[in-house]
């Protein structure tokens, strides 16, 4: 039977954000602006009729097509291209993750398998699928295939976001277990073990993207610690093994509960500082303890994305300024700050000179340590600014 790629025409905005490296082409930028096919492969054409390569498409999504490739293929050559990429994006784990048996496999556009996200918690892997193709039945099948191929005794859970199923306009679908028996593992990041469950929590690889920042934040932290928004404790743990004592304050209770088996499963194996598991608004908590004049010598804060949209930024930056503002004044002479921002639209320029705005009104001087993003298997691709999405500032207040 003869293939038939239906080809899609963008504007001269559209064909210029690809030829810039950038894989997506918005809506209206289509010409004419409209519609597309449901998940399908898509030969891609700036208004002149030249080829940009080919592309999977959505019906619903703003982002109308997602770049695969420079060159044209067609159907046939889909699956193998998406078996590559796959086995591709495993092997550069294999050669850089160092000291966990829990990573992300596959991170979407940064390993060019746009709107696929699978992680590998020890023995189970989570699928997470983002766009109509990859949610299309004989996709699903050849990257189930690849990951039992790569990954023979893991367990496969697919862990769904109902609002990108709506948005995407897919059928309703419920997280489950794909393949093998568990949800539920014990993973290890740098030594310290922690419970996973991927039938619950908050999100798939809540902790992965934050693994060498635990690493190197126990490299500098000493004495007393607080870790503000610890979710599972994965700094607090990780400080604990060098700290005297470390207070983990989060304001979820389910998230606190795992954080304290979490300690349980780490205080048999190793040097384990006193942790106090906190529930408080850590605003709250940081305005109260700053005001009773309490000290530590280490202070993460690591919040949620407070800017999901650009028009949020201000409001943002404002909140990152109040936390660092308040963990500055606690910090001793010599502590360390480590200072977190999963918000991808609040660039590091920006979140440094909140950092230094904060510093300046706390009347304190900061040097930096270390300036980081995400862990290697989050890989960063340079002209796409929505890959490098984390940043994690470790400083040390010397006056
Ligand atoms: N540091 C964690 C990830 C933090 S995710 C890790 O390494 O795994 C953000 C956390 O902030 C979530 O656990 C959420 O429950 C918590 N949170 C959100 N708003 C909060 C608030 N106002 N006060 C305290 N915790 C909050």
């Not at 897919?170 to 093998?180: A, M, N, V, Y």
């Not at 607080?226 to 979710?231: A, G, I, K």
């Not at 943002?316 to 480590?338: D, F, H, Q, T």
């Amino acid at each position: 039977m003869a293939e038939s790629t239906s080809i899609v025409t963008v504007s001269q905005r559209g064909a210029a954000r690809l030829r810039a490296g950038h894989p997506w082409v918005y809506r209206s930028d289509l010409v004419p602006p409209g519609e597309t096919p449901a998940s399908a492969l898509v030969h891609v054409r700036d208004e002149r009729g030249r080829k940009l390569g080919s592309a999977l498409s959505s019906s619903a999504s703003q982002i109308a097509i997602r770049l695969l490739t420079s060159g044209e293929i067609g159907e046939h050559a889909l699956p193998e291209l998406l078996r590559d990429r796959i086995a591709a994006a495993i092997e550069f784990r294999k050669q850089r993750v160092r000291d966990a048996d829990s990573y992300r496999v596959l991170f979407s556009e940064s390993d060019l398998l746009p709107g696929l996200i699978v992680d590998r918690y020890n023995d189970v892997l989570s699928i997470q699928v983002l766009t109509q193709a990859f949610d299309r039945a004989d996709l699903r099948q050849v990257v189930l295939d690849s990951l039992a191929q790569h990954f023979p005794a893991a367990g496969i859970v697919e862990r769904v976001d109902p609002r990108i199923r709506t948005l995407e306009q897919l059928p309703e679908r419920t997280s489950q277990i794909l393949f093998g028996e568990r949800a539920t593992t014990v993973c290890t990041l740098n030594g310290v073990r922690l419970h996973f469950d991927a039938l619950a929590g908050q999100k798939t690889g809540a902790f992965l993207d934050q693994r060498e920042n635990y690493a190197a934040a126990a490299r500098y932290a000493h004495g007393q610690a607080l870790d503000c928004f610890t979710y599972q404790g994965g700094f607090a743990l990780h400080l604990a093994r060098v700290c005297e004592n470390v207070t983990g304050v989060d304001s979820s209770r389910p998230a606190l509960e795992t954080a304290e088996q979490n300690e349980q499963l780490n205080r048999q194996q190793h040097r384990c500082g006193e942790i106090e598991w906190m529930e408080a608004n850590a605003f709250d908590l940081l305005k109260d303890y700053a005001a009773a004049g309490r000290e530590y010598d280490a202070v993460v804060l690591d919040p949620p994305a407070f800017a999901k949209t650009k028009r949020a930024v201000p409001t943002a930056l404002s909140g990152y300024k109040e936390l660092n503002l308040r963990a500055l004044k606690m910090l001793r002479p010599g502590g360390i700050l480590v200072t977190c921002s999963c918000s991808f639209h609040v660039g590091e320029s920006e979140f440094l000179e909140m950092l230094g705005s904060a510093a300046a009104d706390a009347g304190r001087t900061l040097r930096i340590l270390e300036k980081r993003g995400a862990a290697v298997d989050h890989p960063v691709l340079l002209n796409v600014p929505e890959t490098a999405y984390l940043k994690c500032v470790i400083c040390q207040v010397l006056l």
